[in-house]
């Protein structure tokens, strides 16, 4: 059966490059003879089946999560803060009894480049929407007691415990990308603590750690991305994204395989009733 798939981004990326790993799966679907409307804001309802929210802000605009209740089948609808803060167990203050190694990031997504983008203000108190360009600029600091004070007084940034995943040399991050339930997971070596695709030199799929789905179900996310380590043998949650982005460039085969098989993940979920 034909169907028709919406997917609503935020009305100012209308004119922006959609280098999105949605619109990757988009391809999937219209291949499959679906019909897929890409709608921007919430001015004017189109009708579809089904609704992906892809608002690319780690805090979602209550009128966009309102709009698609409009439509009988939603994804992520009631995702609406994906701020580390909202999540993060590794979180310190000044004058936390904790003597390790601690790392200073964005509260947001992506080191809040997609406020950036769609000119949405952070916390005024902040500086932070200028001091991380992305991830890349985050801080290790040896202990809590060498961050800068004026760090901790932003409410844009946060300070969080610095507990890696080691291995053979190498930081190691575990990503799981999901759609319904179509699962993948894959983990990355680098030598940098930082990791991401930029940095790594290993990557490898693993099994999924069935914390990372228990918080997955318990966040009600049904499209995205989670990254997460394992620390002594504790599943640890670092970041949680539902607007994956993905450049655009030719995969490998491989890389394309797991694709479709997550974009397949799409089909069960039109049998799901409220």
Aim: aromatic residues 10%; glycine residues 6%; contains cysteine.
């Amino acid at each position: 059966m034909k169907r028709k798939i919406a997917i609503l981004f935020h009305e100012k990326a209308r004119g922006q490059p959609l280098n999105y790993l949605i619109n990757h799966y988009a391809e999937f679907w219209r291949e499959d003879g679906h019909e897929v409307l890409l709608l921007f804001g919430v001015s004017q309802f189109v009708p579809a089946d089904l609704v992906i929210v892809h608002v690319d802000l780690s805090v979602v605009p209550d009128e966009y999560l309102k709009f698609a209740q409009r439509y009988p089948i939603v994804l992520n609808g009631e995702v609406k803060d994906i701020r580390k803060s909202t999540f993060s167990r590794l979180l310190l203050k000044p004058g936390d009894p904790y003597t390790g190694q601690v790392i200073v990031k964005s509260n947001f997504n992506y080191a809040a480049a997609p406020e950036r983008t769609l000119e949405v203000a952070l916390d005024p108190r902040g500086f932070s929407a200028s001091f991380f360009g992305t991830p890349l600029d985050y801080q290790i600091f040896e202990n809590l007691q060498a961050v800068p004070s004026v760090l901790f007084a932003d409410p844009n940034i946060i300070v969080e415990k610095f507990l890696p995943e080691l291995e053979n040399g190498l930081y190691c991050m575990r990503m799981l990308h999901f759609l319904g339930d179509r699962i993948t997971c894959v983990r990355r070596g680098s030598r940098n603590p930082i990791v991401n695709g930029s940095t790594q030199v290993h990557r490898e799929l693993v099994e999924p750690h069935p914390e990372i789905l228990r918080l997955r179900k318990a966040m009600k996310f049904e499209f995205g991305k989670f990254d997460y380590v394992v620390h002594e043998g504790q599943a640890l949650l670092l970041d949680a994204n539902k607007t994956v982005g993905m450049p655009n460039r030719a995969d490998s085969p491989e890389r394309m395989a797991e694709h479709r098989y997550r974009a397949d993940g799409l089909y069960a979920l039109f049998d799901r009733t409220r």
